[in-house]
């Protein structure tokens, strides 16, 4: 069985990411409702006419107790939005971290875990948090995607508490570059 060279992974890898950017950002644009602006009130029926006999049994029934207001349905919630834009597991980390070394991630890739392990190396000896993310999944890119330009796999991302990317590092970057880089966010 042949074995497949390094930069044909890597560009086959880049390719995959590529489509589902690109996917995820047809997805995003193709709805143009806004569904933030209030739904029109429902019309009201008119009553029907009412019959003789209908009102003589409406005046000889006893009046119903008076019944408390039907509570107003609630709207609907939208997502929380952690207080970063970053994922939810980003969030937690930067409250127990004033630091965290993000590592960006394809599992099962070789290249990448050998650079979430130099990442979380590097973040131990910088004294910050260390979360590996893996891109693939659609929550994660698209928090990504909304925080930065591109996504780079594999990619080290420093964070503030604040949520503010203090570094971002693309490919793979050994444990002394993540390590100076952790300690220079450190505030």
């Known amino acids: 069985m042949e074995k ?33 602006a209030p739904l029109p009130p429902p019309a009201k029926q008119q009553p029907a006419a009412a019959t003789p006999q209908a009102v ?15 509570q107003k349905p609630k709207p609907a919630l939208n997502p929380v939005v952690p207080p970063t834009g970053f994922p939810v597991a980003v969030d937690k980390a930067l409250r127990k971290h004033a630091v965290v ?20 190396a590097g973040a131990k000896l910088g004294g910050a948090g260390f979360l590996a993310l893996n891109v693939l999944n ?36 050994d444990r002394e570059t993540v390590a100076q880089a952790a300690a220079n966010a450190t505030p």
């Open 4 to 36: 497949i060279s390094p930069p044909v992974r890597i560009f086959a890898i880049l390719i995959v990411l590529v489509a589902v950017a690109g996917m995820l950002a047809m997805r995003t644009m193709g709805s143009s409702v806004d569904e933030s």
């Open 101 to 120: 070394v993000v590592s960006l991630v394809v599992p099962g890739a070789r290249v990448d875990e050998l650079a979430a392990a130099e990442a979380e």
């Open 56 to 70: 003589k049994a409406a005046a000889s029934a006893p009046t119903p107790a008076k019944q408390p207001a039907a």
């Open 138 to 173: 659609e929550g994660v890119a698209r928090s990504l995607l909304s925080k930065l330009d591109v996504v780079e796999d594999p990619s080290v991302l420093v964070l503030k508490r604040s949520g503010d990317v203090a570094v971002e590092l693309t490919g793979f970057v």
